[in-house]
């Protein structure tokens, strides 16, 4: 039986690389989409695992690249069995001293980049009666989030984006799921500037990219609405924060991503 295909976006490191070696490990093919750095290596390294895979540079903050990347895997010739919309990036620090330059194009990849390519991944899909998608939002989506407020504020929206996508397609055959990572060990924290942090430097150790991306696609395949990956306390996190007052919630995230000579 042939291949099923899988598209990637975010998958030249970190938690959409790691996505892309479990679609590989259980017989995808793949297109993944990604800016340039990193990723023909990727490309080596996950053919190796036996399947096909088709690497587009690409940057999702634009909406002509976004184009560009959906007429690359519609050139594949296939009906796309899953997409994993993972791309983003975070930027932290205090709203009132961070760059605006770099929050626009965090909602640009974020916010638009992500609804864009779903739009293309339903409309191919939904016709066809079937498809699987999972779009990468997070523990911080449910959460009052100083010093990340832009960045959390992004994935509130891509959160609450797939479940009312969900609820759409109820029907069609078209399952969505949301993936909720809590802090992961990838670059993601020196990216945004908080390595010299709690939360880039001890935080982060509680999730392994790995184990998020195995947990996002059991439950991508299980067609469950979301998951909070990976480990037991970031579950319980999950799970709880609702609960805990938004002035503790603050005062919480800010003590996590506050400079640690400032502490
Ligand atoms: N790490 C965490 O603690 C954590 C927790 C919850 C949720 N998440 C989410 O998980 C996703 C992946 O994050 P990560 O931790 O794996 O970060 P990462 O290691 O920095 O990887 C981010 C990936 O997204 C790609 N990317 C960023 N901007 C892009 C753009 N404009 N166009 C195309 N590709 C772009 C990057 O490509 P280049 O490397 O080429 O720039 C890279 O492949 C993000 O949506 C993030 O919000 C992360």
């Known amino acids: 039986m042939a291949n099923q295909l899988a598209v990637v976006t975010g998958a030249s490191m970190g938690i959409g690389y790691n996505l892309a070696k479990v679609f590989a490990e259980n017989g995808f ?18 053919r190796a695992l036996g399947v096909q895979v088709k690497a587009v540079a690409v940057d999702l903050s634009k909406y002509d690249e976004v184009l560009r990347f959906w007429s690359e895997v519609e050139a594949v010739g296939r009906p796309v069995d899953a997409i994993a919309i993972n791309a983003g990036i975070g930027s932290g620090g205090l709203f009132a ?3 605006l330059d770099v929050e626009i194009r965090l909602v640009r990849t974020n916010v638009e980049g992500t609804m864009h390519l779903a739009k293309h991944a339903v409309k191919h899909m939904v016709p066809r009666g079937a498809g699987r998608i999972l779009i990468t939002a997070s523990i911080i989506s449910e959460m009052v989030a100083p010093r990340e407020l832009v960045y959390a504020a992004s994935k509130s929206f891509d959160l609450a984006f797939a479940k009312g996508l969900r609820a759409e397609l109820k029907d069609t055959g078209v ?6 990572p809590g802090p992961t060990d990838t ?11 709690d939360a880039g430097t001890k935080g982060k150790k509680g999730n392994d990219p790995y184990d998020v991306a195995k947990q996002g696609f059991k439950a991508l395949m299980e067609g469950d609405d979301h998951v909070y990956a990976a480990s037991l306390s970031t579950k319980l996190q999950g799970a709880l924060m609702g609960l805990v007052p938004d002035a503790l919630q603050a005062k919480l995230h800010d003590d996590m991503t506050k400079p640690l000579e400032e502490k």
């Open 97 to 99: 001293e961070t760059d």
């Open 29 to 46: 093919d793949l297109v993944l989409g990604s800016e340039p750095e990193g990723l023909s290596k990727v490309e080596i390294d996950l």
């Open 187 to 197: 670059h993601f924290f020196d990216r945004e500037g908080l390595s010299d942090t």
């Open 175 to 180: 399952t969505v799921t949301a993936l909720q």
